[in-house]
């Protein structure tokens, strides 16, 4: 069974899950936004084997502490470094999806000495021309969830409010979007809203900078995916070592919409860092 527990970075307490090990070099599991560590359950022994794993509750989500103001890319990354020297696991082999793959791009970037290597599902490199010049709806569900995240509401509430927007879902995706929505402090999310959380500017220089090696796997945009057809290509070419995959039948929740796919390739990306 995995141990919880709370890493206090000096700014923010961490909450995390780990798991023991005595194979293979630690890796470090970071979730996306409106998400939280229990996420990767699903996927997280069999991609580990016998290697110590970590999945993290990052600032504002899950069980972690809040810091109104303070949710960019180098806030995450530092608090990720922290607990990467705090724990003593560097290097690591970091697997982040979303905001967590966005994570591990500015840890990577920013501290090469404690990466070992980065597998990146689904990363959303340019969200913020995505959601002004394609698809501004996105850009409105995410202001939606901050007002409701920042509501008071109970999870019974929220599921409630959800059921009414999405009278398709099913009672199990609308009691986790509740969950999470209930764990998540709502200036995480306008930090999306109001562009305080926008890397584009400096999102090249930063994949151009990463020193390890890289897996990045892209979803299908029109299912829903944060990367524009020729967002992967472009970002592949950045990265100095970078292994692209493109998922045609999937959209941006890789790990839990296709496990079996998810472990395979990330596993066999583990194993071959390990050697």
């Known amino acids: 069974m995995p141990r919880t527990a709370y890493f206090n970075t000096g700014e923010v307490a961490i909450n995390y899950s780990e798991r023991s090990g005595d194979s293979g070099s630690p890796i470090l599991f970071i979730h996306g ?13 069999q991609i580990r084997g016998g290697s ?7 600032r504002g989500h899950g069980r972690s502490g809040h810091t109104p103001g303070a949710y960019r890319l180098p806030d995450y990354a530092g608090d990720m470094a922290h607990l990467i020297e705090g724990l003593d696991m560097a290097p690591a082999t970091v ?9 591990a ?8 000495e404690l990466v070992r290597a980065i597998a990146l599902e689904d990363p959303p490199l340019f969200a913020r021309r995505i959601m002004e010049e394609f698809d501004r709806e996105r850009h409105q569900r995410f202001c939606q969830n ?4 920042g509501s008071g509401m109970s999870v019974q509430q929220l599921m409630d409010q959800i059921r009414v927007a999405s009278p398709d879902a099913t009672n199990l995706d609308i009691e986790k979007s509740a969950q ?17 959380i926008d890397w584009e500017p400096e999102i090249e220089g930063l994949l151009k900078s990463i020193e390890c090696p890289a897996l990045l796997m892209q979803g299908n945009y029109e299912l829903g995916a944060w990367m524009l057809p020729e967002d992967g290509p472009r970002a592949s070419d950045l990265i100095p070592s970078c292994q692209l995959e493109t998922w045609g039948d999937t959209g941006h929740l890789l790990h839990s919409d296709n496990p079996e796919r998810f472990i395979k390739q990330v596993s066999s990306f583990v194993a071959e860092q390990a050697r």
């Open 33 to 45: 936004i409106m998400s939280h560590h229990e996420t990767w359950d699903e996927v997280i022994d």
């Open 146 to 149: 901050a007002q409701l995240s």
């Open 95 to 103: 697997v982040g999806h979303s905001l967590g793959a966005m994570t």
């Open 105 to 112: 791009i500015q840890l990577a970037a920013d501290r090469p």
């Open 52 to 58: 110590r794993a970590v999945a993290v509750d990052l």
């Open 180 to 196: 999470s929505l209930f764990r998540t402090d709502a200036d995480a999310l306008d930090h999306v809203c109001d562009q305080r």
